[in-house]
Protein backbone atom coordinates (compact mmCIF):
# COMPACT_ATOMS: atom_id res chain seq x y z
CA UNK A 1 0.00 0.00 0.00
CA UNK A 2 2.81 2.30 0.98
CA UNK A 3 4.64 2.08 -2.49
CA UNK A 4 1.19 2.30 -4.28
CA UNK A 5 0.95 6.01 -2.58
CA UNK A 6 4.70 6.78 -3.47
CA UNK A 7 4.21 5.08 -6.56
CA UNK A 8 1.11 7.47 -6.97
CA UNK A 9 3.01 10.49 -6.91
CA UNK A 10 1.04 11.63 -3.47
CA UNK A 11 3.86 12.80 -2.35
CA UNK A 12 5.81 16.27 -3.34
CA UNK A 13 8.22 16.29 -0.84
CA UNK A 14 10.71 14.19 1.64
CA UNK A 15 11.62 15.90 5.13
CA UNK A 16 14.73 14.12 6.60
CA UNK A 17 15.57 14.02 10.59
CA UNK A 18 19.25 14.32 10.44
CA UNK A 19 20.78 12.80 13.24
CA UNK A 20 20.67 9.17 13.39
CA UNK A 21 19.00 9.59 9.74
CA UNK A 22 20.94 11.07 7.00
CA UNK A 23 23.91 9.66 9.02
CA UNK A 24 24.82 6.54 11.56
CA UNK A 25 25.75 8.06 15.34
CA UNK A 26 27.36 5.13 16.55
CA UNK A 27 30.33 5.30 15.18
CA UNK A 28 30.62 8.98 15.10
CA UNK A 29 30.21 9.01 18.64
CA UNK A 30 32.93 5.88 18.75
CA UNK A 31 35.34 8.13 16.80
CA UNK A 32 34.71 11.30 19.18
CA UNK A 33 35.34 9.42 22.48
CA UNK A 34 38.61 8.39 21.45
CA UNK A 35 39.29 12.07 20.24
CA UNK A 36 38.07 13.56 23.30
CA UNK A 37 40.12 11.34 25.25
CA UNK A 38 43.23 12.14 23.23
CA UNK A 39 42.75 15.64 23.09
CA UNK A 40 42.75 15.36 26.96
CA UNK A 41 45.93 12.13 27.60
CA UNK A 42 47.19 15.37 29.65
CA UNK A 43 44.78 16.68 31.32
CA UNK A 44 41.76 14.04 32.18
CA UNK A 45 40.00 16.05 34.74
CA UNK A 46 39.14 18.43 31.98
CA UNK A 47 38.48 15.67 29.33
CA UNK A 48 36.07 14.03 32.53
CA UNK A 49 34.53 17.22 33.17
CA UNK A 50 33.42 17.81 29.23
CA UNK A 51 32.18 14.07 28.87
CA UNK A 52 30.03 14.72 31.99
CA UNK A 53 28.80 18.26 30.54
CA UNK A 54 28.25 16.86 27.01
CA UNK A 55 26.16 14.29 29.02
CA UNK A 56 24.14 16.98 30.88
CA UNK A 57 23.76 19.01 27.73
CA UNK A 58 22.10 15.82 25.91
CA UNK A 59 19.92 14.82 28.97
CA UNK A 60 18.42 18.77 29.35
CA UNK A 61 17.39 18.21 25.66
CA UNK A 62 15.34 14.75 26.53
CA UNK A 63 13.59 16.89 29.60
CA UNK A 64 12.81 19.85 27.40
CA UNK A 65 11.39 17.56 25.14
CA UNK A 66 8.93 16.54 27.88
CA UNK A 67 8.16 19.57 28.72
CA UNK A 68 5.18 21.99 27.54
CA UNK A 69 6.90 24.66 25.65
CA UNK A 70 8.09 27.57 27.55
CA UNK A 71 8.45 31.37 26.24
CA UNK A 72 11.97 32.29 25.12
CA UNK A 73 15.19 31.16 23.65
CA UNK A 74 15.49 27.36 23.95
CA UNK A 75 19.09 26.82 22.79
CA UNK A 76 19.56 28.94 26.57
CA UNK A 77 17.43 27.01 28.73
CA UNK A 78 19.23 23.54 27.40
CA UNK A 79 22.56 25.21 28.13
CA UNK A 80 21.69 26.53 31.48
CA UNK A 81 19.55 23.34 32.73
CA UNK A 82 23.23 21.71 31.44
CA UNK A 83 24.57 24.21 33.70
CA UNK A 84 22.55 23.41 36.89
CA UNK A 85 22.91 20.22 36.59
CA UNK A 86 26.98 20.16 36.23
CA UNK A 87 27.83 23.13 38.36
CA UNK A 88 29.58 24.27 34.79
CA UNK A 89 29.32 28.27 33.85
CA UNK A 90 27.14 28.36 30.61
CA UNK A 91 29.58 30.11 28.83
CA UNK A 92 31.87 26.72 29.37
CA UNK A 93 29.22 24.32 28.66
CA UNK A 94 28.13 26.81 25.60
CA UNK A 95 31.96 26.40 24.52
CA UNK A 96 32.02 22.60 25.22
CA UNK A 97 29.14 21.87 23.26
CA UNK A 98 30.47 24.03 20.34
CA UNK A 99 33.54 22.16 20.36
CA UNK A 100 32.56 18.89 20.50
CA UNK A 101 28.92 18.76 19.28
CA UNK A 102 29.21 21.33 16.50
CA UNK A 103 32.56 20.98 14.97
CA UNK A 104 34.49 17.96 15.78
CA UNK A 105 31.87 15.59 14.29
CA UNK A 106 32.10 17.29 10.96
CA UNK A 107 34.66 15.79 9.23
CA UNK A 108 33.42 12.20 10.44
CA UNK A 109 29.96 12.68 8.96
CA UNK A 110 31.09 12.04 5.12
CA UNK A 111 32.58 8.58 5.93
CA UNK A 112 29.24 7.86 7.88
CA UNK A 113 26.53 8.83 5.42
CA UNK A 114 24.06 5.92 5.59
CA UNK A 115 23.85 3.25 2.68
CA UNK A 116 21.92 4.42 0.06
CA UNK A 117 21.68 8.41 0.79
CA UNK A 118 22.81 9.65 -1.84
CA UNK A 119 21.19 7.32 -4.15
CA UNK A 120 17.85 8.47 -2.64
CA UNK A 121 18.52 12.15 -2.70
CA UNK A 122 19.38 12.00 -6.30
CA UNK A 123 16.51 9.66 -6.89
CA UNK A 124 14.55 12.22 -5.15
CA UNK A 125 15.75 15.29 -6.92
CA UNK A 126 14.98 13.74 -10.21
CA UNK A 127 11.63 12.71 -9.43
CA UNK A 128 10.84 16.43 -8.77
CA UNK A 129 10.42 15.83 -5.24
CA UNK A 130 11.41 18.79 -2.59
CA UNK A 131 13.71 17.87 0.08
CA UNK A 132 13.97 19.43 3.70
CA UNK A 133 15.67 18.43 6.72
CA UNK A 134 14.57 19.28 10.51
CA UNK A 135 16.75 18.68 13.40
CA UNK A 136 16.93 19.55 16.97
CA UNK A 137 20.38 20.99 16.32
CA UNK A 138 21.52 23.58 13.72
CA UNK A 139 22.17 21.41 10.51
CA UNK A 140 23.04 23.01 7.69
CA UNK A 141 26.85 23.03 8.09
CA UNK A 142 26.57 19.24 8.94
CA UNK A 143 24.74 18.57 5.67
CA UNK A 144 27.66 20.86 3.89
CA UNK A 145 30.01 18.42 5.56
CA UNK A 146 28.15 15.06 4.20
CA UNK A 147 28.33 16.73 1.00
CA UNK A 148 24.58 17.00 0.24
CA UNK A 149 23.57 20.44 0.92
CA UNK A 150 22.53 21.46 -2.52
CA UNK A 151 20.03 18.61 -2.39
CA UNK A 152 18.06 20.08 0.31
CA UNK A 153 15.50 23.14 -0.56
CA UNK A 154 14.71 24.12 3.31
CA UNK A 155 16.44 23.71 6.28
CA UNK A 156 15.21 23.80 9.46
CA UNK A 157 15.83 23.34 13.47
CA UNK A 158 14.53 23.74 16.71
CA UNK A 159 16.03 27.06 17.68
CA UNK A 160 14.87 28.73 14.48
CA UNK A 161 12.92 31.47 15.54
CA UNK A 162 9.84 30.00 14.39
CA UNK A 163 10.40 27.01 16.28
CA UNK A 164 11.63 26.94 19.32
CA UNK A 165 11.28 23.88 19.99
CA UNK A 166 11.91 19.97 20.38
CA UNK A 167 10.48 17.11 18.53
CA UNK A 168 7.98 15.88 19.15
CA UNK A 169 6.72 19.12 18.98
CA UNK A 170 5.49 19.25 15.26
CA UNK A 171 6.55 22.52 15.09
CA UNK A 172 9.57 21.77 12.86
CA UNK A 173 7.74 20.11 10.56
CA UNK A 174 5.07 22.66 10.12
CA UNK A 175 7.57 25.52 9.75
CA UNK A 176 9.03 23.18 7.07
CA UNK A 177 6.23 22.35 5.13
CA UNK A 178 5.05 25.84 5.18
CA UNK A 179 8.47 26.93 3.92
CA UNK A 180 8.60 23.94 1.24
CA UNK A 181 4.88 24.93 0.15
CA UNK A 182 3.48 21.68 0.84
CA UNK A 183 0.36 20.34 2.68
CA UNK A 184 0.93 17.70 5.09
CA UNK A 185 -0.64 14.83 2.88
CA UNK A 186 1.72 15.24 0.33
CA UNK A 187 5.19 14.77 2.70
CA UNK A 188 6.63 11.80 4.06
CA UNK A 189 8.70 12.49 6.68
CA UNK A 190 11.73 9.98 7.35
CA UNK A 191 13.41 10.11 11.12
CA UNK A 192 15.03 7.62 13.69
CA UNK A 193 13.10 7.67 16.85
CA UNK A 194 9.61 6.60 16.99
CA UNK A 195 8.58 8.29 20.17
CA UNK A 196 10.26 11.65 18.75
CA UNK A 197 10.04 11.39 14.71
CA UNK A 198 6.92 8.97 14.34
CA UNK A 199 5.07 11.28 17.78
CA UNK A 200 6.40 14.77 15.79
CA UNK A 201 4.90 13.22 12.32
CA UNK A 202 1.83 11.86 13.83
CA UNK A 203 0.95 15.42 15.63
CA UNK A 204 1.56 17.11 12.48
CA UNK A 205 -0.54 14.57 10.36
CA UNK A 206 2.49 13.51 8.16
CA UNK A 207 3.00 10.01 7.11
CA UNK A 208 6.03 8.68 8.75
CA UNK A 209 8.97 6.05 7.72
CA UNK A 210 11.60 5.41 10.76
CA UNK A 211 14.75 3.64 9.97
CA UNK A 212 15.59 1.32 13.02
CA UNK A 213 18.48 -1.21 13.22
CA UNK A 214 15.61 -3.86 13.93
CA UNK A 215 11.99 -4.48 14.71
CA UNK A 216 10.47 -2.62 17.12
CA UNK A 217 8.17 -3.83 19.81
CA UNK A 218 5.47 -1.68 19.87
CA UNK A 219 5.55 0.01 16.45
CA UNK A 220 3.59 3.37 16.00
CA UNK A 221 0.54 2.72 14.09
CA UNK A 222 0.54 4.06 10.73
CA UNK A 223 4.41 4.00 10.70
CA UNK A 224 6.49 2.50 8.35
CA UNK A 225 9.88 0.86 9.62
CA UNK A 226 12.70 0.13 7.49
CA UNK A 227 16.25 -1.12 7.98
CA UNK A 228 17.65 1.03 5.21
CA UNK A 229 17.94 4.14 3.54
CA UNK A 230 17.87 1.71 0.07
CA UNK A 231 14.34 0.58 1.05
CA UNK A 232 13.29 4.03 0.42
CA UNK A 233 14.83 4.06 -2.99
CA UNK A 234 13.20 0.97 -4.16
CA UNK A 235 9.77 2.60 -3.12
CA UNK A 236 10.53 5.68 -4.97
CA UNK A 237 11.69 3.75 -8.37
MG1 LIG B 1 17.49 11.51 14.84
Known amino acids: MFSAELDSMR ?23 FRLVWAHVYRPRQGLETLRTLRAYREA ?67 GLRLAACSD ?11 IASFFDVVVHAQDVEVQRFKPDPRVLQVALRRLGVHEEEALYVGDRPEVDAEAARRAGVACAIIARRYHPHPTPGCLYLTSLRQLVDFIR
Open 11 to 33: FKAIVFDVDGTLYQQGPVRHALL
Open 61 to 127: QERLRLQAPNVGDIAQQQVQLASDWTGIPPALVRSYVTRWMEQEPLDLLGTCRRDGLLELLSLAAER
Open 137 to 147: YPAIKKLAAMG
